[in-house]
């Protein structure tokens, strides 16, 4: 996958975030599920992954579905500013 390496924690960052979905990463970064499930297996230590794709398995967290119409899901972290 090429993807620009300061890219890289991001992606894994929004990955762990139980709220995020996955959803959201495609729609920023272009990688489907199976995309992300493979790149963080390949960016996370063995059990770490094990631990990660068990809590993400099957859960819900559909929050895409309840924003209104045309409001995008923000992907910045709390010390990250909006830039204009």
């Known amino acids: ?20 979905p996955l959803e959201a990463i495609e729609a920023e970064y272009g990688l489907n599920e199976a995309a992300v499930i493979i790149f963080i297996r390949t960016h996370l230590k063995h059990r770490t ?11 819900e967290t559909d929050t895409t ?8 899901r923000a992907l910045l972290c709390t010390i990250q500013t909006k830039a204009e």
């Open 1 to 20: 996958m090429a993807h620009a390496r300061a890219a890289r924690p991001r992606i894994v960052e929004i990955a762990w975030k139980d709220r995020t």
């Open 65 to 72: 579905n309840k924003k209104p119409v045309g409001q995008s």
């Open 49 to 59: 992954f094990k631990r990660w794709r068990k809590r993400v398995s099957g859960r």
